[in-house]
């Protein structure tokens, strides 16, 4: 059962930056594919960004793209979401969440019905 750990939530100013931080517990981490999602109040949770398990590979959602950077270390077992230019329509729980089974594609990794492991979440709020 892997663990995942997301820090780096917190209160931001429009127009500023966060990055999100993903610990992962176990070094099988350095296969899966990674994600990331986020819920915002009264809303369906909805894709962000994923990665490949090598972190060559990676995918956005049209709302956040060009503002958001996912990578990865996976000598550290964590995946970092990188926010730029936020807004207030960014307001949301994040999560992050890893892919155990099967290999990395742009169609699995945007659906959270794929994902095997989920973190708690880290509340992200932008103000006007």
């Known amino acids: 059962q892997v663990q995942l750990v997301e820090s780096g939530g917190g209160l931001v100013q429009a127009g500023g930056s966060l990055r999100l931080s993903c610990a992962a517990s176990?070094?099988?981490?350095?296969?899966?594919?990674m994600g990331w999602f986020r819920q915002a109040p009264g809303k369906e949770r909805e894709f962000v960004a994923a990665i490949s398990g090598s972190g060559g590979v990676t995918a956005y959602a049209d709302s956040v793209k060009g503002r958001v950077t996912i990578s990865r270390d996976n000598a550290k077992n964590t995946v970092y979401l990188q926010m730029t230019s936020l807004t207030p329509d960014d307001t949301a729980v994040y999560y992050c969440a890893a892919q155990k089974r099967g290999t990395y594609s742009d169609y699995r990794v945007r659906r959270e019905y794929e994902y095997d492991y989920w973190g708690q979440g880290t509340q992200v709020t932008v103000s006007s």
């Open positions: 176990e070094h099988a981490f350095v296969t899966y594919p």
